[in-house]
């Protein structure tokens, strides 16, 4: 199983996402540090979950990285999230 597919089964587990984009961006990060060949190592990750709702962007993260804290300990170099609640995405 891939890491993007570990990575979008643990986050649909954990918060139940109405809305779950996962992209691998490891080719935009080619001779940059973390780089691997064969990618994996960057991603960006678009949630929308009733979670999140009442918390802050920093919770947010915080709950996804904690998620992911197992990829993130191991292959994800990095990993960049937009995490929002139901309605906040027609702001």
């Known amino acids: ?10 986050l649909r587990e954990a918060f139940l996402p109405e809305s779950l984009d996962v992209a691998d961006e490891s080719h935009l ?20 979950s009733p ?5 802050s962007r920093i919770e947010r993260h915080r709950m996804v990285n904690a998620t992911l804290e197992a990829e993130l300990r191991g292959s994800v170099h990095a990993l960049a999230i937009r995490a929002q609640a139901p309605g906040e995405t027609a702001r």
């Open 1 to 10: 199983m891939s890491t993007r597919d570990i990575i979008i089964n643990k």
């Open 29 to 48: 990060h080619e001779g940059h540090a973390g780089h691997r060949p064969g990618g994996e190592t960057h991603f960006r990750v678009y949630i929308v």
């Open 51 to 55: 979670a999140f709702e009442g918390k």
